[in-house]
């Protein structure tokens, strides 16, 4: 009963507009005073403990890459790169925009990033070239939120962290269902564009593509750097991490000249602004966590399903149940900090795989970015376009539910997510 308590604190300062961070921060700190006996000197010593996760390092390396490839023009190319492989085809465009959204979101790992770089170019565009703009919305706000499926992945490494996992399995793992969803939304895109009778841009030619491969090829080439060097033994997830940072400033500065060293301090401002913001609602989600720990949640809760007789399929369409609705509240991070340690000993007892389940929470996230109240993209894509925050959501309907559909086959068909990593582990 006291640990409805807490939830019930948690519950009611998210109701009321406290941040998140702040509420899981304040309704720990506050069951730890009224309700246990341990000293609220535990509050800093989690902080600490947060801080000193070597994983989690590679957070802010990959947030300042990603803002380094968004400032230096990377974008541009890679949508230049994208046109000419599918701009030819009816809806032409908006399949251009999910390519580039899936092109982006594997060097930059993050889906706000992938929805401002993408959508700034691509949405003016196919507006200008007289698609619906409703319909341009909706397929941006929704394939950028492939950010956190395909690797690099900052949720990937938050998953990774919280139930002491690989974030190398992680990432390998998302790369089949990353590519799945993507061509899924592809097919939706070019439906909806048949019916709709979206316009088309001329077939360019071979040589057009070549040309656009070179252009985009620096920034093609991270992708490389960080899964090759990843998996080819070459440097840890984390050192990925800051290797893509400097090459990033490197091609931004140096090859492409598209920033000036004026740029930089803001870039670097930004990025540890967004950084700051990540750790903190992880270090308060880790605070919150250890709280349920202590209160044997986790244990009591896998001796309950467990007594249940759930079977695998009925737990795993429970988890995906639960996130949604996590997901329309809660910010990605912070589910993966307080859900993942739930779930995880409830999956291994039950003989799921803790990758499978890692991949199958991380998709969730992926579609609670575009489910309001506080889907992130929904917000990113209405400050792009001045639409409100319902006209993006009714925008991005019919691309969720296919996303939603791509959810269930990576629920339950694990192959997606572990073939690749029974090939290369």
């Known amino acids: 009963m006291s640990v409805a308590l807490l939830f019930i604190g948690l519950i009611f300062l998210l109701l009321i507009g406290v941040p998140i961070a702040i509420s899981l921060g304040f309704s720990s700190l506050s069951f730890l005073m009224l309700v246990t006996e341990d000293s609220p000197a535990i509050i800093a010593q989690k902080l600490f403990d947060t801080m000193e996760h070597t994983t989690l390092l590679a957070i802010p390396f990959f947030i300042l890459s990603s803002h380094f490839l968004t400032t230096g023009g990377i974008s541009e190319r890679l949508v230049e790169f994208a046109k000419s492989l599918v701009g030819w085809m009816t809806g032409g465009l908006a399949m251009a925009g999910v390519v580039s959204c899936m092109l982006f979101a594997a060097i930059s790992g993050s889906s706000p990033a992938t929805v401002v770089a993408i959508g700034s170019i691509m949405i003016p565009g196919m507006i200008r070239a007289g698609y619906d703009k409703r319909f341009a919305v909706g397929v941006i706000a929704t394939a950028g939120s492939m950010g956190i499926l395909i690797p690099p992945s900052i949720p990937m490494i938050v998953y990774a962290d919280a139930v002491e996992e690989s974030v190398g399995k992680m990432f390998i793992a998302g790369i089949i269902p990353g590519v799945l969803m993507g061509v899924m939304l592809l097919t939706a895109t070019w439906i909806a564009a048949k019916r709709m009778k979206m316009p088309r841009e001329e077939w360019q030619g071979f040589a057009h593509i070549g040309k656009s491969f070179l252009k985009a090829f620096s920034g093609l080439f991270l992708i490389f750097i960080v899964v090759g060097g990843i998996y080819g033994g070459i440097f840890t997830p984390t050192e990925a991490a800051a290797v893509a940072a400097v090459y990033s400033a490197f091609i931004a500065l140096v090859v492409h000249k598209d920033m000036t060293l ?90 799921i795989d803790p990758i499978h389940l890692g991949i199958i929470m991380t998709t969730n996230m992926e579609v609670g970015m575009i489910t309001p109240p506080v889907g992130l993209n929904l917000y990113v894509a209405a400050g792009l376009t001045g639409m409100s925050l319902g006209q993006v959501t009714k925008a991005a309907l019919p691309w969720m539910l296919v996303m939603i559909f791509a959810l269930l086959l990576i629920t339950y068909i694990p192959w997606f997510s572990l073939y690749l990593v029974s090939l290369l582990y």
């Open 262 to 351: 004026k740029q930089v301090p803001t870039v670097m401002l930004d990025s540890a602004k967004m950084t700051a913001v990540i750790m903190f609602i992880i270090a308060c989600a880790m605070i919150f966590a250890h709280v349920l720990t202590e209160q044997q949640v986790p244990q009591n809760l896998s001796r309950a399903v467990i007594e249940q007789d759930l079977s695998p399929a009925s737990f795993l369409m429970m988890v995906n149940v639960i996130l949604w609705f996590a997901g329309d509240f809660m910010e990605p991070s912070s589910i993966l900090l307080i859900l993942a340690p739930l779930f995880h000993p409830i999956a291994t007892s039950l003989g």
